[in-house]
Every structure is written in C-alpha cells, then in structure tokens.
C-alpha cells in the first residue's frame, strides 16, 4: 500500500531557531503534497496544499513567510518552520495523493519550542 | 467553502455492541468522504471510504452510509472490541477544488471490556 514517511518524528528547538519537516512518498509518486496541524484533542487543520513544481496554496490564516514549503520532486515535500516560537508546538502531519483522491498520511512530527 | 460538523464528540459502548458516529457537510459538490482512524500520537489511518454515487459500502465489520439528499454521512462499527478504541474522523472532499480534505472534529471512541 501507499506509505508515506516523515522526519524528524520529534524535535524540541530554541525559540528563533528554524526547523524543517521532511514528507516523502516510499513507493508512490505524490502529485499533491498537503500539510497539516494538529493540537491536542484537536481535529487535523489543514495549512497548505504543496503541488511539484509550483507555488504552495495556503489556507487563510497561515502565514506563508512563516512556514514555508517547497515540493521539489514527486516524492518530497519539506515544510520550514521559521523563527519558531512556543505556540508554533505542535503535530505536524503530511499527506500525500497519487490520484488526486485518497490521502495517505505521515506519522508526523511533534515539534517542541521552548 | 466545506464545513463538515462530526457528532458525538465522545462515545463509550461496551465490548460487543455497536458504535454510530454521524457528519454532516455543507456543500452539496462534495463527493468524495473518507474516515480515518487515529490513535494517540500517530497517523490517521483511512479505514473505509465512500463516493458520491454510492449509498452504502462495507468493510468486514466497518460499514458507511451516505445520504446525498441530506448531506450527512455516517460511520458504524459493529461487534466492537477494546482495539476500536481510537479518535475517528469523518471528512469531505469537493474533488475538482483542489482534492482537500475538510475534517470534522472527531469522535473519541472507547471501548470498554
């Protein structure tokens, strides 16, 4: 079946300091690339919506300065969190879609500031 | 664009008896309504799916309905057992508007031996 895998799974960081999120396809090429965030008990937002080769589209509200994305290749998508602060902790979760329907989803990153 | 409200929040049912969670969405294109299965810390993993043209699919002991005239849709788990236990999303998809996925809130689901 589809797997996509993601790294790092955890990162704790200083606040100011950048992170990057990798998300890539193993077996599959990923036409679309989404991004999401997850608090606790909370439901999964999405960010960002990342095609190969083109500008990601972001949801309102979300900073494109602040997390940027860049969808270099069918298989990977990577997502920077930039300056980060503590309300930026959070799961981070990618998915990927071959065929434009099914989603298949990343095990995340949990993503410390201190 | 899509809201899809997702109820009840919680639900606790005994080992052996059935579970029913219910969505509802918003905008009539929709065609496309996944669920997923997350447990705690990892990945939401799609456990059925279910497309526009279709009333009804099951899965062993996981069955969808949708109801297009209403715009809800609903999970059933039958024959529940403690490995159900999990938080369930119900979502949508309008797949000529960029295939994203608008997820309800979810269901925190436990089953109680």
């Known amino acids: 079946g589809a797997v996509v895998s993601q790294h790092p799974s955890r990162v704790i960081c200083k606040s100011g300091t950048s992170v990057k999120i990798e998300c890539r396809s193993l077996?599959?090429?990923?036409?679309?690339m989404f991004w999401y965030r997850q608090f606790p008990k909370q439901s999964l937002m999405l960010m960002a919506t990342?095609?190969?080769?083109?500008?990601?589209?972001?949801e309102q509200g979300v900073e494109k300065d602040k997390f940027l994305i860049n969808h270099a290749s069918l298989t990977l998508s990577t997502l920077t969190v930039t300056s980060a602060h503590p309300e930026d902790s959070s799961f981070y979760i990618c998915?990927?879609?071959?065929?434009?329907?099914?989603?298949?989803f990343g095990p995340g990153t949990r993503l410390t500031v201190l | 664009g899509e809201n899809v409200e997702q109820h009840p929040s919680t639900l606790s049912v005994q080992e052996g008896d059935s579970a029913v969670i219910k969505c509802t969405y918003s905008?009539?294109?929709?065609?496309?309504f996944p669920w997923y299965k997350q447990e705690l810390g990892k990945r939401p993993q799609l456990i059925i799916d279910?497309?526009?043209?279709?009333g009804e699919k099951k899965d062993q002991r996981i069955a969808v309905t949708l109801n297009k005239t209403a715009k809800h849709f609903s999970l059933h788990i039958t024959e529940t057992q403690p490995e159900d236990s999990a938080v369930y999303f119900c979502a949508a998809i309008r797949e000529a508007a960029g295939n994203k996925l608008t997820f309800g809130g979810g269901t925190r689901v436990l089953v109680k031996p």
């Open positions: 998915s990927a879609s071959e065929r434009g329907d099914t989603q298949y």
């Open positions: 077996d599959f090429q990923a036409t679309t």
């Open positions: 905008d009539s294109a929709s065609n496309y």
């Open positions: 279910i497309r526009s043209n279709v």
């Open positions: 990342s095609n190969e080769g083109s500008k990601a589209t972001y």
